[in-house]
């Protein structure tokens, strides 16, 4: 298996625009969650899907904040309009989800909003 | 309020040492307890989980102990090896909070000096 698939693995853009980050989970894996990761708050959890569906968008940050999973192959997270303080590692990860399981990360998207 | 704290943040030792990485969180109710490596400019890879009712897990040069009612668990590396090197992350998820909840200390930053 190929792992989680993300891309694009850097952005840079302008405040204001709008971003999208791509996510393709490991195939078979009924969750996925969206992590953002920054040097003054660590990895945080933004929200994660069962079976397509969000079950926890609490660590959302603003509504400026949107993700979907139209399918169980792949997912977005969509930031509009950016803000210079978006600027993280945005992570995906999926996992079968028991919880015996543990969570298999991708490699990430830097994005640096100027 | 769930928290995963871990010291130091930073750790450097000499080639061949044995040594230890310190997790600490503030409730006992936890599911498990898991450790993951983070590489520069990668992703998060899982190295151990430890369910609740465990008290450690061993994978080769790892060994990772969980003592729930103080609220601890301990990385042990033996033999550390220039390769070690990386970040290392420990991350629980809380029952008040649900099992796909992580949350994550912010690393120690291993150096192994060849």
């Known amino acids: 298996d190929a792992g989680v698939i993300q891309s694009p693995r850097h952005e840079v853009t302008e405040m204001g625009q709008e971003v999208t980050l791509r996510c393709k989970p490991i195939s078979g894996h009924d969750y996925l969650f969206w992590y953002r990761q920054t040097m003054m708050r660590g990895l945080e959890l933004l929200i994660y899907?069962?079976?397509?569906?969000?079950?926890?968008d609490s660590g959302m940050p603003e509504d400026r904040f949107s993700a979907k999973m139209p399918n169980a192959s792949f997912s977005t997270l969509k930031i509009q309009p950016s803000e210079p303080r978006d600027s993280a590692v945005y992570f995906c990860a999926s996992s079968p989800g028991q919880v015996t399981d543990t969570q298999y990360f991708g490699p990430g998207t830097r994005l640096t909003v100027l | 309020k769930q928290e995963v704290t871990q010291i130091p943040a930073a750790l450097s030792v000499p080639e061949g040492e044995n040594l230890v990485l310190n997790c600490s969180f503030t409730?006992?109710?936890?599911?498990?307890l898991q450790w993951f490596r983070q590489d520069p400019g990668k992703g998060l890879t899982s190295l151990l989980l430890?369910?609740?009712?465990?008290r450690e897990q061993t994978s080769g040069r790892l060994n990772a102990s969980l003592d729930k009612s103080s609220g601890r668990s301990t990385l042990y590396i033996a033999a550390s090896q220039p390769g070690d090197s990386a970040t290392y992350l420990c991350?629980?998820?809380?029952?008040?909070?649900?099992?796909?909840?992580?949350?994550f200390g912010t690393g120690t930053r291993l150096t192994v000096i060849p």
């Open positions: 991350a629980v998820p809380f029952r008040q909070t649900g099992a796909n909840n992580l949350f």
């Open positions: 899907f069962n079976n397509n569906v969000p079950i926890d």
């Open positions: 430890i369910q609740s009712s465990q």
């Open positions: 409730d006992s109710a936890i599911y498990n």
